[in-house]
């Protein structure tokens, strides 16, 4: 394994690119490539086996490109696929986005009361649930789906009276939950609820830690790069965008994900449907 060889992250579409953010953010020096299975969003409603095909096609188109570590920057697919992708691949590291999140929610909470909010296939996986017990035994958790949030972020409403309208009314069954009222850590169990932040944190005020999956994530990139000594520090690293269906509308979307410039011509369409 190379260090100068670039860092592959696959989402089903955008939500991911907080994830990328990240990562580019704490690693400047690292080469990334970026896939987006845009033809076939959202991942959450799918079911769990048609999400391990996708996430098998996805990896491999990555491997075929010569990545030297592999990021599932999507909540639904890192709760069914991780470990899967690990057997498959014993040669190449896979890294989700739960366990990270998991592990610093954790490590954030002081009475054990933690909140989880993301989408509706990821809640009913239990995902978060189980990787938080499995750390801390005597944990409360409680999981919403706020699906709702996905089209906020996409359509570019984060901030507002009418946003934190409509987070307020998502979020009600979790803070008016009587074995909620002392939560004090809330995890944002979606790549795509990043973007929303600052409002949800204005909905459940400054008691309430607000955990971010794409940092914790991208921490332990750098952790697990450092230790194998695969550190990229010899130039700035580059981003190439890959996309399963119109670069157009991921071109108009990421605006409001990506924290930098995506001109449509940057980005490549890919089928990735032959890969096994």
């Not at 098998?56 to 470990?83: D, G, P």
């Not at 972020?153 to 803070?175: F, M, Q, R, T, Y």
């Not at 794409?214 to 981003?239: C, I, P, Y």
Request: proline share 3%.
């Amino acid at each position: 394994m190379r260090s100068n060889l670039p860092i592959g992250i696959f989402d089903s579409g955008v939500g991911g690119l907080t994830v990328l953010n990240a990562i580019k953010d704490l690693l400047p020096n690292e080469d990334l490539i970026y896939l987006g299975d845009t033809a076939r969003v959202p991942y959450g409603t799918k079911s769990a086996a048609s999400v391990m095909r996708y996430a098998e096609q996805a990896a491999a188109a990555l491997l075929s490109r010569e990545v030297k570590l592999l990021v599932i920057a999507c909540n639904t697919a890192s709760a069914v696929a991780v470990e899967h992708l690990q057997k498959l691949n014993p040669e190449i590291a896979v890294v989700g986005v739960v366990e990270p999140g998991a592990q610093a929610s954790c490590l954030a909470t002081k009475n054990n009361h933690i909140g989880v909010i993301a989408t509706e296939g990821t809640v009913n996986n239990q995902a978060y649930q189980s990787a938080i017990l499995k750390r801390k035994p005597d944990a409360s958790v409680t999981a919403q789906a706020c699906s709702l949030f996905v089209a906020l972020a996409e359509e570019g409403w984060h901030e507002g009276e009418l946003v934190e309208s409509i987070i307020g009314e998502c979020l009600k069954p979790l803070l008016d939950s009587d074995c909620q009222t002392e939560m004090d850590t809330l995890v944002l169990g979606c790549t795509h609820f990043p973007v929303l932040k600052e409002s949800i944190a204005n909905i459940v005020g400054d008691k309430v830690s607000l955990v971010d999956s794409a940092d914790t994530t991208a921490t332990v990139v750098k952790s697990f790069l450092s230790e194998r000594q695969l550190l990229n520090e010899q130039k700035a690293g580059h981003v190439s965008f890959l996309v399963t269906d119109d670069p157009a509308r991921f071109s108009r979307v990421a605006k409001n994900f990506y924290q930098g410039d995506i001109e449509q011509g940057e980005i490549q369409q890919v089928d990735i449907q032959h890969f096994s």
